[in-house]
């Protein structure tokens, strides 16, 4: 029988009860999340330079999770899993206390507009969720291109507890994503975050 996590680009919609580690088979493996991959492939370098740690890529755009699958299932990577979906339930629903070792969320959509800010993702109840699902020592990793937003998320990361460890005006070679490199060729500032959640 296909695991429901597996790729089938028919069958990326996940519908699941359970919490996502257990219908993910995690055992001790890490869990690494990254949320709106986009045409992104961070994930599948990580996954493939860390064959012991499970990755889960989480997109709300079916035809970029139709592309990552197709990406992962020429990689042969079998680390990987894709959820189709809004990043929300995942944090909100799937996710137990204390289940990851980290997210990333490079570049989300950054929402300019003063009368649009409630649609951005990052927001204190998102970021108490992230915070909620670490394990201790684990960590969230952010970039952005919006000063306005880098505040907020900064805010939002610090209320939920987490502590920032590193605040860069450029993105790590890890991290330089599609979005990344745009921003370097067009020559605009970002904010790279790294915060962690310590142990009480
Ligand atoms: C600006 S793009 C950045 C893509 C990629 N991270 C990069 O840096 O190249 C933001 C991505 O987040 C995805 N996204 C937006 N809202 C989301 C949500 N609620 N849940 C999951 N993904 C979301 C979008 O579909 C889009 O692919």
């Given at each position: ?36 991959f ?25 035809k ?24 929300r ?24 507009k ?13 970021a ?22 880098a505040?907020?998320i900064e ?31 067009l ?8 915060a ?5």
């Amino acid at each position: 029988m296909r695991n429901r996590f597996q790729f089938d680009p028919a069958e990326v919609r996940v519908e699941t009860a359970a919490p996502l580690p257990a219908a993910l088979d995690l055992g001790s493996r890490d869990l690494h999340v990254e949320i709106g991959f986009g045409k992104d492939i961070r994930t599948l370098r990580e996954a493939e330079a860390h064959p012991d740690a499970l990755f889960l890529g989480v997109e709300i755009s079916r035809k970029k999770v139709v592309k990552f699958c197709q990406k992962v299932a020429r990689a042969g990577l079998r680390n990987v899993r894709a959820y189709l979906g809004d990043a929300r339930h995942v944090v909100r629903e799937l996710l137990p206390p204390g289940s990851v070792a980290s997210f990333t969320i490079l570049f989300p959509d950054p929402w300019p507009k003063r009368r649009h800010h409630k649609h951005r993702w990052i927001q204190d109840d998102t970021a108490a969720l992230l915070a909620a699902a670490l394990r201790d020592g684990g960590q969230v990793i952010v970039a952005t291109d919006h000063d306005g937003y880098a505040a907020q998320i900064e805010r939002c990361l610090r209320g939920a507890g987490l502590s920032l460890e590193e605040k860069r005006e450029e993105v790590p070679e890890a991290d330089r994503s599609l979005f990344a490199q745009r921003f370097e060729r067009l020559g605009e500032t970002v904010t790279w975050m790294r915060a962690q959640r310590r142990a009480p």
